[in-house]
């Protein structure tokens, strides 16, 4: 058996995109969906939020959904960071059979590791911006491939972490950040 991928960055910030409305069943128009009001908001706030925790991103990864996109775009404006995209960061439906989610969990954590694994550079912290499918699912992964304890961490329950919240991998353990 080959061994897990190992996701080399030493730090990560997780953020579920900000309030973007309510979603929609056209999973074409969904992609494009702005932020809210509330959303606008959590993410104006979030380059202050890293700044004061003395966290310097230096790569921003994000789905290309417009709410992900969005949520970036202060920090990118602060930092002068590109936000790169990656399809893999979006929440579309598996191509599984399966009638429970275990198998989409699975599907969903090895195409975010993949896109941490292609993303560039390899030092400083990464902000992947992502939906509320994907990052239960990167977390759980994460917790296998860095050893982390994540019994007192964030609720991994099908979308339970919040909207606009943030959560900071390092040193083995997950610390949230905000949480709306």
């Known amino acids: 058996m080959s061994p897990a991928p190992r996701v080399s960055?030493?730090?990560?910030?997780?953020?579920?995109?900000?309030?973007?409305?309510?979603?929609?069943e056209d999973p074409v128009a969904d992609r494009r969906r702005p932020l809210d009001e509330r959303g606008r908001r959590q993410a104006q706030a979030l380059p202050d939020l890293l700044a004061a925790r003395?966290?310097?991103p230096t790569v921003l990864l994000s789905s290309p959904a417009t709410r992900c996109l969005?949520?970036?775009a202060p920090l990118a404006g602060v930092l002068g960071l590109p936000v790169e995209r990656d399809e893999r960061l979006l929440e579309v439906a598996p191509p599984l059979q399966a009638r429970d989610?275990?198998?989409?969990?699975?599907?969903?954590?090895?195409?975010a590791l993949a896109s941490l694994e292609a993303s560039a550079g390899?030092?400083?912290?990464?902000?992947?911006?992502?939906?509320?499918?994907?990052?239960?699912?990167?977390?759980?992964?994460?917790?296998?491939?860095?050893d982390l304890d994540l019994r007192d961490g964030p609720d991994l329950t099908h979308k339970?972490?919040?909207k606009g919240g943030a959560w900071w991998v390092r040193d083995g353990r997950v610390e949230e950040l905000a949480a709306p």
Do not use: F, K, N
């Open 101 to 111: 989610t275990w198998a989409q969990a699975s599907w969903y954590a090895a195409r």
């Open 70 to 72: 969005d949520s970036l």
């Open 9 to 24: 960055r030493p730090e990560l910030v997780l953020l579920r995109h900000a309030w973007a409305g309510v979603r929609g």
């Open 54 to 56: 003395g966290i310097h």
């Open 122 to 146: 390899t030092d400083g912290v990464c902000v992947v911006c992502s939906h509320g499918e994907i990052l239960p699912a990167l977390l759980g992964a994460l917790a296998a491939t860095r």
């Open 160 to 162: 339970a972490m919040p």
